[in-house]
């Protein structure tokens, strides 16, 4: 999706994929927010970014829910850090967000021709 | 790299977040700055540049507080060591309990007082739950049990408000209720059994047939009586119990239809029992339809039934009672002569079976739980002693991040492991006591055979453990809940359990357990003194070196008079030839057997006294010899001799307490009464003699008026018990005595061997089992009390190890330290005391229907064990005192 105009579509845009994305990213392995953030913005060549002000209060609220679950770790000659894995909870809910979405994102191609974000 | 954490903090202060996870927060954020910075260093900007980059990802000043105000109560679960929030909660469980279990095998010596304490509570508690549990709160092993009641005479005008009713009482009431699906009346009988085997003597009753169904109960094997057994002439059948079949017959299948020889009369066996049944007491082994004769049925003067109903569904015990009392009043108007003031009473069966130990295992009951108080006040001071070794973990746990609630839970979860452990051994301890108990249980007490731990009990023995453990494991987590932190972690920071708060706490359980144990004692000090009283009653003979045994002459063998007679001076005679005996005699009923005859008389010169209010007098036919064998202490006038015979004039020698009621002022000697209506001038009975007063019913019961006629003279009562006075150990001649017997009958039973002494001591069974039980929990509870107080003076002096050192430095006497140290623990112990007194007073009043001759407040007893407690407690506070004095001021000092 490049481009989209007005910052309003942008925000909300955001705000619905961004449990998609962070669900998704903890997924297979358990990563702290730096890594996170990161990760997103690479992956999407830097459409989508998250600053620490919006990333961090959405972990925490995705954690208060149950789907995620957030544990310090300490390895050898590193300070200890915040690592988020995907709960059971938090499996059940990535797989009907993976699905809506997919029907989001189809029924939008459908309507406008878009192919391929 | 830039230190981002006061920009990260500034932004959070307008939040109020916990100071320990607002520092995760922004330990986490700074991380990810750090790494923003470092990358963008990385990538060749100036550090100014990657400074301002860093800075970016915070955005505006309300950004983050804005998001994180939209989480919702942010962090309310913290990420402690053990998790976070609710959904955790069994995982924390499973910690907390790995963790708890390691502490206690860390901790042996601790663990190991801690579970004796609570062991013991414990189980002291299951054992009588067991007792309670089986007698009070088990159904009766009938159908519907609810519905069966007891129906007695009420003869309250002469003393009986529970009196055995009378057969054609019976009938009428039988026959006109409506309230009732069936009624059944019971009659005590003993049978002589003889045939295959020694002769035997076996309890056993005459029953309604209607008795068994109306119970709701199945025979194991055959069948029970049909109505048309229930005629005289039709009764020759028997139904016997599973434990005369097992012992007698070798559990026989085959018994049914076999005859057997019952009074010298032949009985058709057609049933056994199962082995649970007893009705109405376990020692029956016998059953025969009553099977009324029409002269019985229309007795209304011989009282000696029990009566058994079994209400309808619909009606209630008030109901019954209500139309029971019209019957009796409409009988009292058609047999003024004998129904007059007599009502009818009803009671549940339940309450007829268990209302005499209800009282005294509730109390029982009550005195356990309190015991159980003791021992959780005592672990609680135990584990405030250790919750204040524990302030540097409890620190740490905090420091990281542990809310309150986290941590007492984690105190609780220990303090139930422990007395769920407490629990387990508390098993043992009630299975091996209630072994014990069986032993002093008074064996008339229904059920208490069938005394065992079921899943009740079990499941009230879990339920009492865990309570108990959040009883005393409160005070130390929430103690350990509410210390500060940083003076904790400071190095040399006193903790609080020893400061006021914790002393406060320690002062207060220690004055709870003297308060407690003072009530526990004063209750069984009253029990005590009770029982006492009981056993220096002068019962009005002598028990020692007495031997007794019942000879029941069968009825058909020994119908007449004469031939009864001679048997008696035959048995008598070749008795009193043994050696080692002194003298014997024979009686219709020895004392405290609870039961006997009493008949209604008539004085010369004097009205006859209206109906229903008989000159009832206590009556026993003996052997000349029976005053001297019983050491019955002779007043005025003679004794009987072998000269009143039934051919001489008839007489009779009574007892102080009737010479007084009905001569008072008189000598009695001389004047004639009749037994029942006087016919004819000879049945004149002339007083010849006055003894003591005998105690003949029951030890606690104030004697009655009583009389003794010699069984040469009277037949209307034929005597079944056999006294010895011997000089040597009276069970040595048991066996003796018996072969006596039956050389004069080969075919006589002999039962019931027993010395007077026994009878003695069975007749206050009840009194001697609430009293040893009591005296036991009583002395538990001083033990738990002492240690208690000894270990909170321990734990006190050594923490005035130092005060102590620079007080004896500076020159104080050993004394004054002494008087220092155990002025504080007295103090606390008077306290105790006091507030005991208080609720003794209050408390005791509950077990007046227990005690005999003492009242429930008597000020001897109470001061008394007062000064036992306070003796205790002194020594208690001694001990750890006087170790104080040893100290040697110099490694006092050093002591920090």
Not at chain 2, 154 to 180: E, L
Not at chain 2, 473 to 499: H, I, V, Y
Not at chain 2, 563 to 592: H, W
Request: aromatic share 8%; hydrophobic share 45%; with cysteine.
């Amino acid at each position: 999706m490049p481009h989209i105009g007005s910052r309003m579509l942008d925000r909300e845009l955001k705000k619905g994929s961004a449990e998609l994305l962070i669900l998704s990213l903890v997924e297979d392995q358990p990563r702290h927010g730096y890594d996170i953030g990161a990760l997103i913005e690479r992956r999407s060549k830097g459409t989508l970014k998250f600053n620490v002000a919006s990333l961090y209060p959405l972990l925490y609220r995705l954690e208060k829910r149950g789907w995620i679950q957030g544990r310090w770790v300490e390895k050898p000659g590193q300070r200890r850090r915040r690592y988020y894995r995907l709960t059971a909870s938090g499996k059940k809910v990535l797989a009907a967000q993976r699905n809506s979405w997919r029907e989001f994102v189809e029924a939008i191609r459908q309507i406008t021709g878009i192919e391929h974000a | 790299m830039p230190d981002w954490r006061e920009e990260i903090k500034t932004r959070l202060a307008q939040l109020s977040i916990e100071p320990a996870h607002e520092s995760e927060i922004v330990e986490e954020l700074a991380q990810h700055l750090d790494d923003v910075y470092q990358s963008a260093m990385a990538q060749g900007l100036s550090e100014h540049e990657a400074r301002q980059i860093a800075l970016q990802q915070l955005a505006d000043a309300n950004s983050l507080p804005n998001e994180l105000k939209r989480v919702q109560k942010p962090f309310r679960e913290a990420p402690v060591p053990g998790g976070t929030g609710r959904t955790n909660l069994l995982p924390d469980f499973m910690q907390d309990l790995r963790y708890a279990i390691r502490l206690q095998r860390k901790n042996p010596g601790f663990t190991i007082v801690a579970l004796i304490a609570l062991a013991l509570g414990i189980g002291a508690n299951t054992a009588i739950f067991s007792v309670v549990n089986t007698v009070l709160l088990r159904p009766l092993p009938y159908k519907d049990p609810e519905r069966l009641v007891m129906v007695w005479e009420d003869a309250s005008k002469v003393g009986y408000p529970r009196d055995t009713p009378a057969a054609a009482n019976f009938v009428d009431w039988r026959d006109q209720s409506t309230v009732f699906e069936g009624m059944a009346a019971i009659a005590d009988e003993s049978f002589n059994l003889t045939g295959a085997g020694d002769p035997e003597r076996l309890e056993g009753r005459r029953v309604s047939a209607n008795l068994f169904p109306l119970l709701g109960v199945d025979p194991q094997l055959g069948r029970t009586f049909t109505p048309a057994e229930d005629q005289p002439g039709s009764n020759r059948v028997v139904l016997m119990s599973y434990a005369l079949w097992q012992r007698r017959f070798g559990g026989d299948n085959s018994i049914i239809g076999k005859p057997l020889n019952l009074n010298g009369e032949t009985y058709t066996v057609v049933g056994v029992m199962p082995a649970r049944f007893q009705f109405p007491s376990s020692d029956d082994d016998l059953w025969v339809p009553i099977a009324f004769t029409a002269e019985e049925a229309a007795n209304r003067n011989r009282h000696y039934l029990q009566v058994v109903g079994r209400l309808k569904p619909s009606a209630g015990l008030e109901q019954a009672q209500t139309e029971m009392t019209t019957i009796a009043a409409r009988l009292q108007q058609q047999y003024p002569q004998s129904n007059a003031d007599l009502g009818a009473a009803v009671t549940s069966l339940h309450e007829h079976l268990v209302g005499d130990i209800k009282p005294a295992l509730l109390i029982l009951l009550g005195a356990v739980g309190l015991v159980l108080l003791i021992a959780c006040a005592n672990v609680a001071n135990l584990l405030l002693a250790r919750a204040a070794v524990r302030q540097k973990e409890i620190a740490v746990r905090v420091a990281l991040g542990a809310r309150r609630w986290r941590l007492i839970r984690q105190f609780l979860t220990e303090s139930v492991l422990l007395s769920t452990l407490g629990g387990i051994v508390g098993l043992g301890i009630a299975y091996g006591g209630l072994i014990l108990l069986k032993a002093f249980i008074p064996e008339n007490i229904s059920q208490a055979r069938e005394i065992s731990m079921d899943l009740k009990v079990l499941g009230f023995t879990f339920l009492v453990s865990v309570l108990t453990g959040l009883i005393f494991g409160l005070a130390p987590a929430l103690q350990a809940a509410r210390f500060n932190q940083t003076e904790t972690l400071k190095e040399g920071g006193r903790d609080s359990a020893t400061g006021s708060s914790g002393k406060r706490i320690r002062g207060l359980l220690v004055m709870s357990e003297v308060a407690v144990s003072l009530v526990l004692l004063i209750g069984a000090g009253l029990l005590i003194n009770s029982f006492l009283r009981l056993r220096n009653l002068d019962p009005g003979f002598r028990a020692d070196n007495l031997l007794t045994m019942k000879v029941v002459l069968p009825e058909p063998k020994y119908e007449e008079f004469e031939r009864r007679t001679q048997f008696y001076n035959d048995l008598v005679q070749r008795i009193e030839g043994l050696a080692g005996v002194k003298s014997a005699a024979v009686t219709t009923n020895l004392p405290l057997y609870r039961q006997g005859n009493s008949i209604g008389i008539s004085i010369e010169g004097r009205p006859a006294p209206p109906p229903g209010q008989e000159n009832i007098v206590v009556t026993r036919i003996v052997s000349p010899k029976y005053f001297d064998t019983m050491s019955i202490p002779f007043l005025s006038g003679r004794q009987l001799t072998d000269h009143d015979i039934n051919t001489s004039p008839r007489v009779v020698v009574i007892s102080e307490t009737m010479a007084r009621r009905y001569w008072p002022n008189e000598d009695p000697v001389g004047k004639r009464i009749g037994a029942g209506r006087i016919q004819r001038p000879e049945d004149w009975i002339q007083v010849i003699g006055v003894v003591k007063d005998v105690r003949q019913f029951e030890l606690t019961a104030e004697p009655r008026p009583q009389m003794y006629l010699s069984y040469r003279q009277a037949g209307f009562f034929e005597p079944r018990d056999l006294v010895v006075k011997t000089d040597v150990d009276p069970t040595s001649l048991a066996a003796t005595v018996r072969k006596a017997v039956w050389e004069i009958d080969k075919d006589q039973p002999v039962s019931n061997i027993k010395t007077m002494e026994e009878i003695l001591l069975d007749s206050i069974a009840r009194q001697r089992f609430s009293m040893l039980l009591l005296a036991i929990f009583a002395a538990v509870a001083l033990v738990l009390a002492a240690v208690g107080i000894y270990g909170v003076m321990s734990y006190s002096v050594a923490q005035r190890t130092h005060e102590i050192g620079i007080r004896m430095a500076l020159g104080a006497q050993t004394g004054a330290v002494l008087k220092l140290a155990v002025s504080y623990g007295l103090k606390l112990v008077i306290a105790g005391i006091a507030i005991g007194l208080i609720a003794a007073f209050a408390l005791t009043r509950v077990m007046s229907t227990l005690l005999f001759g003492v009242t429930a407040t008597d000020p001897m007893t109470f001061t008394l064990i007062s000064l036992l407690l306070v003796c205790v407690a002194a020594l208690a506070s001694y001990i750890p005192a006087r170790r104080a004095t040893k100290v040697n001021p110099i490694i006092a000092l050093r002591y920090e």
